[in-house]
């Protein structure tokens, strides 16, 4: 009987052995096809993600194109308003080397500042490799020099609140770019609207050592089931046309992981704030 059970035993314990052998086995066979599939995935979030960043910045670069158009279309119009003059003058025969010189001049004027206006969006998009500590006011104004002939032409008031610059550490073109960004949105948001006295307000403010920028407009604002979503890459809130969804997401990133700030929206009674905060370095230009 003890000979019997002690069979029994030895065959539990061997079934037991071979149990545990193969569901070890099996346990490394899924961890090897895990870590691979687990590589896979990365892979391809990565390669999402650079399809992300590659797009948006065609996105960025179609939309500088436009702001470019805009920028040139008044002093073009004036060098062929002056083009045509001169061409009259010389008809008639009234050029002389006075006239000639003061035109000349104007023209090499308009043409300057066409040849700043290329120089201001190389410098916009230049890569930059390294944080450093900008002024959010002069963020502010370059960001502004590249829209305010577009925003002027579709009547939209700007109101800039800056009562005291500060500085902060980060990507300063890249900061710009989100501002800029932010501002567009604005901009499309109440052109959609219909609003009659539109108008888009930027305010600078110090809350708890973080340097709030809000950009504010009045053009209704964002419905409450959709405002979570506007920073989901490929959510719009405008038609297909107008929009890809990826701006905003771009600038979350931007904001959240390569500089450490936070980037928020919220409905207002009148329309959308969003509001870019990053922690103060040190102030500038004011007590």
Same mark, same amino acid.
């Given at each position: 009987?003890?000979?019997?059970?002690?069979?029994?035993?030895?065959?539990?314990?061997?079934?037991?052995?071979?149990?545990?052998?193969? &569901?070890?086995?099996?346990?490394?066979?899924?961890?090897?096809? @895990?870590?691979?599939?687990?590589?896979?995935?990365?892979?391809?979030?990565?390669?999402?993600?650079?399809?992300?960043?590659?797009?948006?910045?065609?996105?960025?670069?179609?939309? !500088?194109?436009?702001?470019?158009?805009?920028?040139?279309?008044?002093?073009?119009?004036?060098?062929?308003?002056?083009?045509?003059?001169?061409?009259?003058?010389? #008809?008639?025969?009234?050029?002389?080397?006075? *006239?000639?010189?003061?035109?000349?001049?104007?023209?090499?004027?308009?043409?300057?500042? !066409?040849?700043?206006?290329?120089?201001?969006?190389?410098?916009?998009?230049?890569?930059?490799?390294?944080?450093?500590?900008?002024?959010? &006011?002069?963020?502010?104004?370059?960001? @502004?020099?590249?829209?305010?002939?577009?925003?002027?032409?579709?009547? *939209?008031?700007?109101?800039?609140?800056?009562?005291?610059?500060?500085?902060?550490?980060?990507?300063?073109?890249?900061?710009?770019?989100? @501002?800029?960004?932010?501002?567009?949105?604005? &901009?499309?948001?109440?052109?959609?609207? #219909?609003?009659?006295?539109?108008?888009? &307000?930027?305010?600078?403010?110090?809350?708890?050592? %973080?340097?709030?920028?809000? %950009?504010?407009?009045? #053009?209704?604002?964002?419905?409450?089931?959709?405002?979570?979503?506007?920073?989901?890459?490929?959510?719009?809130?405008?038609?297909?046309?107008?929009?890809?969804?990826?701006?905003?997401?771009?600038?979350?990133?931007?904001?959240?992981?390569?500089?450490? #700030?936070?980037?928020?929206?919220?409905?207002?009674?009148?329309?959308?704030?969003?509001?870019?905060? @990053?922690?103060?370095?040190?102030?500038?230009?004011?007590?």
């Amino acid at each position: 009987m003890a000979i019997i059970l002690g069979k029994q035993i030895e065959g539990f314990f061997h079934r037991y052995r071979q149990e545990v052998e193969e &569901k070890t086995k099996e346990l490394k066979e899924f961890n090897q096809t @895990l870590e691979i599939r687990v590589h896979e995935e990365v892979t391809k979030n990565q390669e999402r993600e650079r399809l992300l960043i590659q797009k948006s910045r065609f996105i960025a670069l179609g939309e !500088m194109i436009s702001n470019i158009a805009h920028q040139w279309r008044q002093p073009l119009s004036e060098l062929s308003a002056l083009l045509m003059g001169l061409k009259f003058r010389y #008809g008639s025969k009234t050029l002389n080397d006075e *006239i000639l010189e003061q035109k000349s001049k104007e023209a090499e004027r308009l043409i300057n500042y !066409m040849s700043h206006t290329i120089d201001d969006f190389r410098n916009f998009f230049s890569p930059q490799k390294q944080k450093k500590h900008f002024s959010i &006011k002069k963020s502010i104004q370059t960001a @502004l020099s590249i829209c305010s002939v577009s925003l002027k032409q579709s009547n *939209i008031d700007i109101e800039v609140i800056t009562p005291k610059d500060f500085l902060v550490l980060g990507f300063e073109n890249e900061y710009e770019q989100v @501002l800029l960004n932010l501002i567009t949105n604005a &901009k499309d948001a109440l052109l959609e609207s #219909g609003q009659k006295k539109p108008w888009i &307000k930027i305010e600078l403010r110090l809350t708890k050592n %973080v340097v709030f920028l809000h %950009v504010e407009d009045n #053009g209704g604002g964002i419905k409450e089931d959709l405002i979570e979503k506007i920073f989901e890459p490929y959510f719009s809130t405008k038609t297909s046309a107008q929009g890809t969804g990826i701006g905003l997401y771009m600038a979350k990133l931007i904001i959240e992981n390569n500089m450490d #700030g936070t980037l928020e929206a919220k409905n207002t009674k009148e329309g959308t704030r969003m509001s870019i905060g @990053l922690k103060r370095e040190y102030q500038e230009g004011g007590s």
